[in-house]
Nanobody, 119 residues
Framework: QVQLVESGGGLVQAGGSLRLSCAASGSIFSIKAMGWYRQAAGKQRELVAGITSGGSTNYADAVKGRFTISRDNAQNTVYLQMNSLKPEDTAVYYC?????????????WGQGTQVTVSS
């Protein structure tokens, strides 16, 4: 089992910045990759950014150049630095951990944190 606790959401004006944090605990040795997803009202959940255990990152086209995912292995924490925020970034942001559970994998999710960007 992996537990994920997110923090850092809030209300910000367009053009502003926020940093989200996701602290992992439990069976962290089983984590293959972590990521941030978001779900806007009336829309499906979508991947925002991901980082593998090897440090490779990937981003949704909509956030490339504005968001940066990083991790602190000592703190078992993943961050999402969000700059140049736009109203369309408004959503509930969820932290995800993809873990090994042979023969396959299991997803764990945080409780979500609201990000609201005003125009």
């Amino acid at each position: 089992q992996v537990q994920l606790v997110e923090s850092g959401g809030g209300l910000v004006q367009a053009g502003g910045s926020l940093r989200l944090s996701c602290a992992a605990s439990g069976s962290i040795f089983s984590i293959k990759a972590m990521g941030w997803y978001r779900q806007a009202a009336g829309k499906q959940r979508e991947l925002v950014a991901g980082i593998t255990s090897g440090g490779s990152t990937n981003y949704a086209d909509a956030v490339k150049g504005r968001f940066t995912i990083s991790r602190d292995n000592a703190q078992n924490t993943v961050y999402l630095q969000m700059n140049s925020l736009k109203p369309e970034d408004t959503a509930v942001y969820y932290c995800n951990a993809l873990t090994y559970r042979l023969p396959g994998t299991v997803d764990y999710w945080g409780q979500g944190t609201q990000v609201t960007v005003s125009s």
